[in-house]
Structure formats: C-alpha cells, structure tokens
C-alpha cells in the first residue's frame, strides 16, 4: 500500500502563485508514476500534470503549460505542483495519484492510489 497526503492549498487572487506537495509513504518503490488531478464543483476529476517517478519526464495538460511545475524530490518521496499565474478557473480539489504502471496515464482509473485533496480557490 502507498499513503498520500496533499498540503499547500489556499485561497489566493487571480494571478497569485501556490504550491502544492504531495508526500508519499508505505510501499513507495512500487509507484511507477505520479501525478496531480483536480475536480471543481459539478465536474469530472481532471488530469493536470504528471511526472515519472525515475525519470523526471512530465506531462501537463493543455490548461496550465507554461504556468504550472511539477517536480519530485525522490529522497523526500514528494511531488510539488508549483501554480504561478493562477486563474479563477483553476479553482478545484487538487488530488495526488500514483500508478503503479510503468507508463504516465491521464485517465484517473489508471490511478492506484490517491491523496484526500487539497483546496485551491483563486479570487477573480
């Protein structure tokens, strides 16, 4: 079993910056690859960004290239999303996942493990 736990949310106003973490515990060098999702009221739980675990590579969505980060610390077994320009339409619960699959999926049913979310709401 892995464990995850979100911290860093917060409200902020439109333009505003956040980080999130995402520590992971229990059987960590089992996860293939991580990655950040979000579900803002009465929508589908998004994929946001990804990372390989190993490798570093990462994936975004369209939505938030060129303003958020994603990064891993492997001897903290935590991923970051840092959120710079932030838009009130980025305003969600922001879930860490983890796979236990050797490739980076965008699908949430592809995800093993998840995290109990974080707030994120951006003021316009």
């Known amino acids: 079993q892995v464990q995850l736990v979100e911290s860093g949310g917060g409200l902020v106003q439109a333009g505003g910056s956040l980080r999130l973490s995402c520590a992971a515990s229990?059987?960590?060098?089992?996860?293939?690859?991580m990655a950040w999702f979000r579900q803002a009221p009465g929508k589908e739980r998004e994929f946001v960004a990804a990372?390989?675990?190993?490798?570093?590579?990462?994936y975004y969505v369209d939505s938030v290239k060129g303003r958020f980060t994603i990064s891993r610390d492997n001897a903290k077994n935590t991923i970051y999303l840092q959120m710079n320009s932030l838009k009130p339409e980025d305003t969600a619960v922001y879930y860490c996942a983890a796979t236990l699959k050797s490739f980076v999926p965008s699908s949430r049913i592809d995800y093993d493990y998840w995290g109990q979310g974080t707030q994120v709401t951006v003021s316009s």
């Open positions: 990372i390989t675990w190993t490798g570093g590579r990462t």
């Open positions: 229990g059987r960590t060098f089992s996860i293939g690859n």
